[in-house]
């Protein structure tokens, strides 16, 4: 081969080792980034009480109930946004548990007790809950009682970020 054709194979060589350093660089960069967002985001949402949930989006409050349930000690991972088959979050400790998180300004009704009590089984979880910063209808609190399905309302909630309060305190004092 012609020398000219060796140091051009050679500078393609080169070219390309400094483009996936570069590439490299700015992919930790950015997992560097995202994870300083995340910690940022749980700072924030490990402070929010009742009211800031009131102003929180759907996500917004699935992401404060993983918060949540983990200062709590729980295992806790969100599933994919959509096609999620009802649940929101799957909580893993000694039984798999289910969650939907409903963040209303009115009261939940019977369709989320359907549809997390068909997601216990998609998943199949022991337990299945419904967790709101709101209350359930009737109807909603009947069904929750004959399919063994734990709804969690507004006062429900509340004692559980009370418990989380405590809970880090307690750790702390350890």
Do not use: C
């Not at 930790?28 to 995340?38: H, M, S």
């Not at 759907?58 to 709590?72: M, S, T």
């Not at 209350?135 to 909603?140: C, E, M, N, R, W």
Request: avoid cysteine; proline fraction near 2%.
């Amino acid at each position: 081969m012609p020398p000219e054709i060796d140091l051009l194979i050679i500078l393609f060589a080169i070219s390309i080792l400094v483009f996936i350093l570069i590439n490299e660089r700015k992919r930790k960069n950015f997992e560097r980034e995202e994870k300083r967002f995340q910690e940022k985001l749980e700072a924030r949402l490990n402070q929010a009480g009742i009211r800031d949930i009131d102003q929180m989006d759907g996500i917004e409050f699935e992401q404060y109930l993983e918060v949540l349930f983990k200062k709590l000690g729980i295992r806790a991972r969100r599933t994919q946004a959509s096609s999620d088959f009802g649940a929101d979050l799957i909580l893993e400790g000694k039984e798999r548990i289910v969650v939907q998180a409903k963040r209303y300004q009115k009261k939940v009704s019977i369709r989320a007790v359907q549809e997390i009590n068909s997601a216990r089984d998609y998943y199949r979880a022991h337990e299945a809950w419904v967790i709101t910063n709101n209350f359930f209808t009737k109807p909603a609190i009947k069904l929750a009682e004959s399919t063994n399905v734990k709804l969690i309302d507004r006062y429900g909630l509340v004692d559980l970020i009370l418990h989380s309060n405590h809970s880090s305190v307690d750790k702390e004092v350890r």
